[in-house]
């Protein structure tokens, strides 16, 4: 199932909350119509929290997880972490990383087993990644857009990458993740996919402008529904392509 919604008057959803298998992250603001969402559906299943992230509200951009791990900037506080640790199921592993490219959620993109990096992370950042994680890394563009976490959204189902992805990069990065990939948009038509989303092994939550064309073609590459199958997958991306020629 895939569900609209979104924060303030934004559709960047995945810009402010990070969600994974086993807890869910969402900012500390006046917004109770974009909590209710995520603890309507989730509150039974994974603990939905609320905290900052360096006194920021962009959570989904600043720190990036799996349900083995977080990994959060240098700027987050040592409330925040003690917060985090407090809240966070026992068996997640926990790091705070000096890093350049501290926007960690717009440079790293991951599911429980692999994740996809920015080209030039620090060689440090990275084997934190893979111990707190419990990740394989690999340093990758998406239709040479550096920012991996920002143009591609994975889950151990299935990954949605930059509408303009060739196909022969998709089936490379398909063997390479061990999961079904498809090129795809979200709200409208938006290459930013990681920002336009958050999605687990069993829901996603998209941005408010997110079309039925896009809901549809989440709910296929993610498994999200029981009756989709490859070729509604074909079907959606080629609706998609003529809706970005057009």
Known sequence: MALRTQFQNSSDIGVFAKLTNSYCLVPIAECEAFYSVFEGELADVIKVIHTTVGGCRILGRLCVGNKNGLLLPNSTTDKELQHLRNSLPSSVKIARVEERLSALGNVIACNDYVALVHPDLDRETEEVLADTLGVEVFRQTLAGQVLVGSYCSLT??????????????????SSLLAIPLVAGTVNRGSDNVGAGMVVNDWIAFCGQDTTA???????????????????????MRSVLVESMVA
Do not use: A, M, R
């Open 156 to 173: 151990n189902q299935g990954g949605i990458v930059h509408p303009k992805t060739p196909i022969e990069d998709q089936d490379e990065l």
């Open 213 to 235: 064309t896009e809901i549809s073609l989440i709910e296929s590459i993610f498994k999200l529904t029981d009756n989709k199958g490859p070729s509604t997958i074909t079907q």
